[in-house]
């Protein structure tokens, strides 16, 4: 009787055990997607720029996002400007669909686009990955644009100051521009084929530097006339604060919290039962052969114990 209750006792502890495992993956698979989240924006960032400190912003500072954030930069400078938004949304078809209206509509363009986690209407939580060219002269007010279709939950500025490379560039051209001009002249200038070739072998030489160089300002002009603004938009069920709440709204928010979580490891444990049925069903059988084994034997060894004792 012991022996059966040991083991009614190991199959119970066995799909308790079971169930936690099954909560304790799903709970880890969501500290992986925030982890993954936390960490798409932090690639983002970029370091040794100018006014690059995040900015959580508050419904009441929507108005004014960028009014408070961004400042005036002088006129005669070359500015590489890159602003990083994290915002959420509680239906991800319609921000995008939004958003990209917005650029459309202050002459922009989409530089690179990927949405993942899930196919519309799955229940699966899907984010995106936009990486727009907005023109600079502009890029604040796209941002309260944002701000106003989504929740922006932080936005971090870095701008970098190319004026002096871009000159050093722009030199090199010219120089290069100077020296093709006077290769021509003294193309047409030469008395012998032996001075010809020379002067053309240079001539390639000087083309092909004055393409790649102007190929780096052109480059450089689309930097500075269009800001590169990385925006990352999550699907939720639930806006993140971005105001410290109250006492009694923390009691409030954190009650609810408990009950959602409390129903989700609900739901996660029955699935976990359903799905892993035929695996208990299994382990059940065999503790029922193994205790109804045990039990024969015992009887046996019983009878020959009282038969021994008869004789």
């Not at 109804?292 to 020959?304: G, I, M, N, Q, V």
């Amino acid at each position: 009787m012991n022996l059966k209750k040991w083991m009614v006792g190991a199959l119970a502890a066995a799909v308790v055990a079971g169930s936690l495992a099954g909560c304790g993956q799903k709970a880890s698979m969501q500290k992986d997607r925030y982890e993954s989240v936390n960490n798409a924006v932090y690639e983002m960032e970029e370091t040794g720029a100018y006014d690059s400190a995040p900015m959580a912003l508050s419904a009441n500072q929507r108005s004014a996002a960028t009014g408070s954030a961004s400042q005036p930069l002088p006129q005669n400078r070359k500015w590489v400007i890159t602003m990083n938004l994290t915002a959420e949304t509680g239906d991800l078809d319609a921000a995008l669909d939004a958003v990209l209206a917005k650029v459309s509509q202050m002459e922009g363009y989409v530089e690179s686009q990927s949405v993942s986690g899930g196919s519309a209407g799955s229940g699966r939580h899907r984010f995106a990955n936009l990486t727009l060219r907005i023109p600079a002269n502009v890029v604040d007010g796209f941002v309260e644009e944002v701000a106003g279709l989504t929740n922006l939950v932080s936005s971090s500025r870095n701008v970098q100051d190319i004026t002096l490379t871009y000159s050093d560039t722009a030199g090199r051209v010219t120089a290069l521009e100077t020296e093709q001009a006077r290769l021509l002249e003294l193309m047409e200038q030469a008395e012998n084929m032996s001075d010809l070739l020379e002067i053309e072998a240079r001539l390639t030489e000087v083309r092909y530097q004055l393409e790649n160089y102007a190929s780096t300002l052109r480059l450089y002009d689309n930097q500075v006339d269009y800001a590169t603004v990385s925006l990352y938009i999550s699907e939720v069920e639930k806006y993140t604060p971005v105001e410290e709440p109250g006492f009694w709204e923390k009691i409030t928010s954190g009650l609810a919290d408990s009950i959602v979580n409390l129903g989700e490891t609900i739901v996660a444990s029955i699935t976990w039962l359903i799905i892993d049925l035929p695996y208990l069903a299994v382990i059940a059988l065999a503790v029922w052969l193994i205790t109804a084994l045990t039990k024969r034997s015992l009887r046996k060894r019983k009878a020959k114990k009282e038969n021994n004792s008869a004789k």
